[in-house]
């Protein structure tokens, strides 16, 4: 799997499934065999990356909706999509 880096853009692969119940969702990688759950702001950013965008833009937009500095949200956002790339969930170029 690929290191996603601030430089990187990213975008969902296509070899995961999703189920919808009661307001809350479970992804699982059909590759990695597992099962996935995230908070409003995973859900925020698996949304997000529908289609491929740069990282850096991903985290401003973020940060802007959430006014929080992009040097706090940057960390954050880069452990969670190279959990998603560990677990083939996401491409990353």
């Known amino acids: 799997m690929a290191e996603v880096q601030p430089t990187s853009v990213v975008s969902l692969a296509n070899n995961h499934f999703r189920a919808d119940q009661d307001g809350s969702a479970i ?22 990356i529908q289609d491929p965008i740069p990282v850096k833009d991903l985290v401003a937009n973020l940060a802007a909706k ?21 677990n083939e969930l996401i491409t990353v170029e």
């Open 27 to 48: 992804i699982m990688s059909i590759s990695a065999g597992k099962f996935f759950s995230f908070d409003d702001i995973g859900f925020e950013i698996w949304d997000a």
């Open 66 to 86: 959430h006014d929080a500095p992009e040097d706090v949200v940057m960390p954050d956002v880069l452990v969670f999509l190279n959990k998603l790339s560990d």
